[in-house]
């Protein structure tokens, strides 16, 4: 089998690298709808019911499809492929021996029962890189499910998010999901790299758990330093005051102070200059030691004024501060400031066109492109397997997992 170059059109800095995608759901898609916005061509492998977002719905898109689904799965081609059947399995196992990268997001194992596993396929294709994503690693925690939701409890991320009096939080988002996708197209491209200078691919490992843990940053570095687990602080900072929301006449407002040249200027604008030469309030120490008081006399101010007026007021003086939007409001202000936050993308005949986020880095040469809307189930198959020629051949795994249930 050869891969069909007419169906690509795109240029850009990854292009000529293929893909074949076995993941599903979020971490695994998001990280290959990255490579493919910068020219690579990704086959995403479905099982014949597909990826199990496509079935999450409501919301659906403009299109009638799972919005989830859509968030993460644009620029690529579908096939199906039943790896319970010879043929299945052949077609699945001829698309990742051509490919560049494989990526996958099963339980550690499967891949290996069906031979599509890196040191088999490592075997016939050495130059091949490897991504596997998992929950929590291949070794003790290879049982384990990886859920977003189970990673942020176990991982610590609900021990620090929500209000001190309020129960463990998650984050309004699989945060932990688009954080390992990042992981993961961070490894290939490092591991592609390499490849430019040894001819030789590699195994690119990450996992939900490892990639939470490196995320939380200055709060796992306070925990090493101290032995104290940090608590949580609602929208409070640990480390900085006055960082966090207030009240106003309206809606809260968030204020981001980080120096003192910025705390004199923000109670100069709340019109209570003296605060800035209290000795409660002298330095950031003095600040987060007095956080509580602080708040009550900054919101007696901000509450006089409705948000947006505090906003101008507090922007035009350079202390950092905003209304808390709504996700509408938040698309709203980008593309207010000029950052094109909405792409349409259109499929070859024009039939059909999908609202999407755009991608968020900006290469001046060879930016993202939008080429196709996500795919409709198998919708490429012809085209990716066309000029197969002879019937694939593969051994009997009628018996095997399904790639669905896995």
């Known amino acids: 089998m050869t891969w069909n170059e007419d169906e690509i059109s795109a240029t850009g800095p990854l292009h000529g690298i293929r893909v074949a995608d076995f993941s599903r759901v979020l971490a695994g898609p998001f990280a290959t709808m990255m490579l493919a916005d910068f020219g690579a061509d990704v086959i995403k492998i479905e099982h014949p019911l597909g990826d199990d977002t496509r079935a999450w719905v409501p919301p659906v898109d403009e299109n009638g499809m799972g919005s989830y689904f859509a968030s993460v799965n644009r620029n690529k081609r579908s096939v199906t492929c039943d790896l319970r059947t010879e043929r299945g399995l052949a077609e699945a196992r001829a698309l990742a021996l051509q490919a560049d990268v494989v990526i996958e997001n099963f339980r550690p194992g499967v891949m290996e029962q069906y031979g599509l596993d890196y040191a088999t396929l490592k075997a016939e294709s050495p130059e091949l890189v490897y991504c596997s994503i998992t929950g929590f690693?291949?070794?003790?925690?290879?049982?384990?499910?990886?859920?977003?939701?189970?990673?942020?409890?176990?991982?610590?991320?609900?021990?620090?998010?929500?209000?001190?009096?309020?129960?463990?939080?998650?984050?309004?988002?699989?945060?932990?999901?688009?954080?390992?996708?990042q992981n993961a197209v961070i490894g290939i491209l490092a591991a592609l790299r390499s490849r430019d200078e040894t001819g030789r691919g590699q195994r690119v490992d990450v996992n939900l758990l490892s990639s939470l843990l490196a995320?939380?940053?200055?709060?796992?570095?306070?925990?090493?330093?101290?032995?104290?687990?940090?608590k949580r602080l609602g929208n409070a900072h640990p480390s900085i005051a006055p960082y966090e929301t207030f009240r106003t006449l309206d809606d809260p407002i968030?204020?981001?102070?980080?120096?003192?040249?910025?705390?004199?200027?923000?109670?100069?604008?709340?019109?209570?200059?003296d605060l800035a030469e209290d000795a409660r309030f002298g330095s950031n120490a003095d600040r987060l030691a007095h956080r509580d008081v602080l708040k009550t006399m900054l919101e007696k101010q901000l509450e006089t004024r409705p948000a947006p007026e505090w906003t101008a007021l507090l922007s035009a003086a350079r202390v950092p501060a905003g209304k808390v939007n709504s996700i509408a409001e938040a698309l709203e202000l980008a593309a207010e400031l000029g950052l094109a936050?909405?792409?349409?993308?259109?499929?070859?005949?024009?039939?059909?066109?999908?609202?999407?986020?755009?991608?968020?880095?900006?290469?001046?040469?060879?930016?993202?492109?939008?080429?196709?809307?996500?795919?409709?189930?198998?919708?490429?198959?012809?085209?990716?397997?066309?000029?197969?020629?002879?019937?694939?051949?593969?051994?009997?795994?009628?018996?095997?997992?399904s790639a669905r249930d896995a």
């Open 137 to 181: 690693g291949r070794a003790g925690g290879a049982a384990l499910p990886g859920y977003d939701l189970l990673v942020q409890a176990v991982g610590g991320l609900m021990s620090v998010t929500g209000s001190p009096d309020s129960e463990p939080s998650k984050v309004g988002v699989a945060l932990v999901d688009v954080l390992t996708g």
């Open 254 to 273: 968030a204020v981001a102070v980080g120096t003192d040249k910025q705390f004199a200027a923000l109670v100069q604008v709340l019109g209570v200059p």
């Open 215 to 230: 995320g939380l940053v200055n709060q796992a570095s306070s925990t090493l330093a101290t032995g104290i687990a940090p």
């Open 341 to 401: 936050p909405i792409v349409p993308v259109t499929d070859a005949d024009g039939s059909r066109v999908s609202r999407q986020i755009a991608n968020p880095i900006n290469l001046s040469d060879t930016p993202a492109r939008y080429l196709r809307p996500p795919p409709l189930l198998g919708e490429h198959a012809g085209a990716t397997f066309a000029d197969r020629g002879a019937e694939p051949q593969g051994a009997d795994l009628s018996g095997a997992l």
